[in-house]
């Protein structure tokens, strides 16, 4: 096989086996993201009624969501035991102001975005073109916050830039393979638009989009081998939180393998150059 093939496929073969490892010790997490999916229902049954008070409400309880999230996922990559409960419970508050920080920065410009697909006929298919590009370059950030220093959110979007230009190929490669379902489905492009669209919108620090998306992707899977949707729901709502919790531990070990190494750099070291 060509050189940066066998390298890529060691890449990956490497990330899986630290996010197997990883799952073993962070098992917990997925309680975690199951509870915080609960608490993110409350908090929006409660918003609902507030009007815009209601969305800065909302918008916080996100970030403080994700923040513990990622927290969660930070130390079943980094610690050598386990999670414990303690470990839930003092994740809260972790990277609550970066993830705040980011979402601030993106929230004038799409408001102006959303105003001007009121207006504009081709409105929608700007706002796909808009979102699919920041569903590109800002989809490391969640990596990024709680892996690489940085002293703002424009860091962070510097950082998610540079990283997507150096490594797109190994980066999005996985993502594309498991997502063949949903593009060779009867609505596939268009399926894949409005999920990158959700996902842009909130450049994957939404936390309702870190469990959409494996369910989304369970479903597309389950269909595409004929499992019936009324079982395909069910078995989505079972998997989807150890699928969310593993798709964020192989992110995360990908992530550290890649960052601040060059390909040339990754064939020096590699034991397959």
Same mark, same amino acid.
């Given at each position: 096989?060509?050189?940066?093939?066998?390298?890529?496929l060691?890449?990956?073969?490497? &990330?899986?086996?630290?996010?197997?490892?990883?799952?073993?010790r962070?098992?917990?997490?997925?309680? &975690?993201?199951?509870?915080?999916?609960?608490?993110?229902?409350?908090?929006?049954?409660?918003?609902?009624?507030?009007?815009?008070?209601?969305?800065?409400?909302?918008?916080?309880?996100?970030?403080?969501?994700?923040?513990?999230?990622?927290?969660?996922?930070?130390?079943?990559?980094?610690?050598?035991?386990?999670?414990?409960?303690?470990?839930?419970?003092?994740?809260?508050?972790?990277?609550?102001w970066?993830?705040?920080?980011?979402?601030?920065?993106?929230?004038? =410009?799409?408001?102006?975005?959303?105003?001007?697909?009121?207006?504009?006929?081709?409105?929608?298919?700007?706002?796909?073109?808009?979102?699919l590009?920041?569903?590109?370059l800002?989809?490391?950030? =969640?990596?990024?916050i709680?892996q690489v *220093?940085?002293?703002? =959110?424009?860091?962070v979007?510097?950082?998610?830039?540079?990283?997507?230009?150096?490594?797109?190929?190994?980066?999005?490669?996985?993502?594309?393979?498991?997502?063949v379902?949903?593009?060779?489905?009867?609505?596939?492009?268009?399926?894949?638009?409005?999920?990158?669209?959700?996902?842009? *919108?909130g450049a994957?620090?939404?936390?309702?989009?870190?469990?959409?998306?494996?369910?989304?992707?369970?479903?597309?899977?389950?269909?595409y081998?004929?499992?019936?949707?009324?079982?395909?729901?069910?078995?989505?709502?079972?998997?989807? =939180?150890?699928?969310?919790?593993?798709?964020?531990?192989? *992110?995360?070990?990908?992530? &550290?393998?890649?960052?601040?190494?060059?390909?040339?750099? *990754?064939?020096?070291?590699s034991?397959?150059?």
């Amino acid at each position: 096989m060509p050189p940066i093939l066998t390298e890529t496929l060691a890449l990956y073969r490497n &990330a899986f086996h630290k996010t197997g490892q990883s799952l073993v010790r962070g098992w917990m997490a997925m309680i &975690a993201v199951v509870g915080f999916g609960v608490l993110l229902m409350l908090a929006t049954q409660i918003a609902s009624p507030l009007g815009m008070v209601g969305g800065f409400l909302l918008g916080a309880v996100n970030a403080l969501l994700v923040g513990a999230t990622l927290s969660l996922i930070e130390q079943s990559i980094s610690h050598g035991r386990a999670l414990t409960l303690r470990d839930i419970f003092g994740s809260v508050g972790h990277y609550f102001w970066d993830v705040i920080g980011v979402g601030f920065i993106l929230w004038l =410009p799409l408001m102006a975005l959303d105003m001007v697909m009121q207006t504009n006929p081709y409105g929608q298919l700007l706002s796909y073109g808009v979102f699919l590009l920041l569903f590109l370059l800002l989809n490391p950030a =969640p990596e990024i916050i709680y892996q690489v *220093r940085h002293g703002s =959110p424009l860091e962070v979007f510097k950082t998610s830039y540079e990283f997507v230009l150096e490594n797109w190929i190994e980066w999005f490669l996985p993502f594309a393979l498991i997502l063949v379902p949903i593009v060779l489905s009867p609505m596939g492009l268009q399926s894949f638009f409005s999920l990158s669209s959700r996902l842009g *919108r909130g450049a994957g620090l939404d936390f309702s989009q870190l469990l959409v998306l494996p369910f989304t992707i369970l479903g597309g899977w389950l269909d595409y081998v004929g499992i019936p949707s009324s079982i395909s729901w069910y078995l989505g709502l079972l998997f989807t =939180p150890p699928l969310a919790v593993a798709m964020l531990l192989f *992110r995360g070990h990908l992530f &550290a393998s890649l960052h601040g190494v060059s390909r040339r750099q *990754r064939r020096f070291v590699s034991p397959f150059k």
